[in-house]
């Protein structure tokens, strides 16, 4: 049985002999030690400039030694600048064994190696020693929830008439994806900012290990409605909780909440 060991055995065995790639490390659950028998393989590459192609298909080989490739999806990855990502399937693999292959340009001085935001994350290897320590910088990261604040205010004050119009129409689907968009997505990346700062953009990862046990009650409240009428009695609540955690956020001094979680 092909398992996440070897896949990534094979991938760092390969990646070790081309001469474009000066380091490999691991992100995602095994940074946080939450490894589990549903864990993807994550991996971040510090990789030559217009050497993509040729390091994607040399790993490309070693994955079909395992099994043909079923699945291939690739975009830019806002992880750093320049950084691309290609994700793989492979035929009769468990459908949980997804590969993340994550290339960072050798030439981008950012590595997206920061301990706040990406845990401990494993060096499997680093010919160079590209991979310096990384510190976020508190200051602009300050100002980048700020602004993200300003958004909220809107989203809050003037984008919620799309749920209401909803309600009143009777209308269960086009109300509970507008309620999802303007209300509840943005109460959950509230809350991150709170409890969970540097890593508040994550969305709805880690939320069951990360938040405490009454806020993740709360939003599974939120986020689990049976009808319309139940949408409707949940929205009006919801609104009270995205004022109050707004207020809350916009009255402390962000850089120092910054450095509480440090």
Not at 104 to 114: C, N
Not at 129 to 139: A, F, M, S
Not at 233 to 241: A, D, E, G, I, Q
Request: aromatic share 12%; glycine share 4%.
């Amino acid at each position: 049985m092909v398992t996440r060991e070897m896949i990534i055995d094979s991938i760092i065995s390969v990646s070790m002999k081309s001469k474009h790639v000066r380091a490999v490390w691991e992100i995602g659950a095994v940074a946080f030690g939450r490894v589990d028998e549903w864990s993807d393989v994550d991996l971040v590459f510090d990789v030559s400039d217009e050497s993509f192609e040729e390091v994607f298909a040399l790993i490309e080989v070693e994955l079909e030694k395992y099994a043909p490739i079923e699945h291939k999806y690739g975009a830019p990855n806002g992880i750093a600048k320049g950084a691309y990502q290609n994700v793989y399937k492979l035929e009769n693999i468990s459908e949980f064994l997804v590969i993340e292959l994550c290339f960072i340009p050798s030439s981008s001085e950012h590595k997206a190696i920061e301990k706040e935001i990406h845990g401990d994350i494993i060096v499997h290897f680093d010919k160079e020693g590209v991979l310096k320590e990384e510190e976020v910088d508190l200051e602009t990261f300050a100002k980048k929830i700020e602004a993200r604040l300003e958004t909220m205010k809107t989203l809050l004050g003037m984008y919620q008439f799309m749920v209401k119009k909803e309600i009143n129409r009777e209308n269960p689907i086009e109300a509970y994806f507008y309620y999802f968009s303007v209300a509840l997505a943005p109460i959950l990346e509230l809350v991150k900012m709170h409890y969970t700062p540097f890593r508040y953009d994550f969305r709805h990862r880690y939320v069951y290990y990360e938040l405490p046990e009454h806020v993740v009650k709360e939003i599974e409240e939120f986020t689990f409605v049976k009808d319309l009428d139940d949408l409707s009695t949940k929205y009006k609540k919801l609104l009270v909780r995205f004022k109050e955690e707004l207020d809350y956020l916009n009255s402390i001094d962000i850089l120092e909440h910054l450095k509480k979680h440090k």
